[in-house]
């Protein structure tokens, strides 16, 4: 009843940009948290930016002053802006979403469908 769809992945060369982009829909009363999560090959799944209903933001160390999360309320959206890309920054991203379906609902997680972002050297 709520799906995550995201968008914008492919390859770049390092020092490239992309924006990907997740948009949320179905039964929502509100959104909670909404993050960007990757995971490379034979490396688990971190946690890569994340941003609050009111706006506050937080990063994994290593991509701080390159990537910035931006969230619509209004349209359920939140972006990843990517710039100077490096190759270790490949790997499939997940939005994550917490989600309250109702008032006074529980918050529940929702992941899209990831998408690959290869960056080559």
């Known amino acids: 009843q709520v799906q995550l769809v995201e968008s914008g992945g492919g390859l770049v060369q390092a020092g490239g940009s992309l924006r990907l982009s997740c948009a949320a829909s179905?039964?929502?009363?509100?959104?909670?948290?909404m993050n960007w999560y990757r995971q490379a090959p034979g490396k688990q799944r971190e946690l890569v930016a994340g941003?609050?209903?009111?706006?506050?933001?937080n990063y994994v160390d290593s991509v701080k002053g390159r990537f910035t999360i931006t969230r619509d309320n209004a349209k359920n959206t939140v972006h990843l802006q990517m710039n100077s890309l490096k190759p270790e920054d490949t790997g499939v991203y997940y939005c994550?979403?917490?989600?309250?379906?109702?008032?006074?609902?529980?918050?529940?997680?929702?992941w899209g469908q990831g998408t690959q972002v290869t960056v080559s050297s």
């Open positions: 994550n979403a917490h989600i309250k379906r109702r008032l006074g609902g529980p918050s529940n997680a929702f």
């Open positions: 179905g039964r929502i009363f509100s959104i909670d948290i």
């Open positions: 941003v609050i209903s009111g706006g506050n933001t």
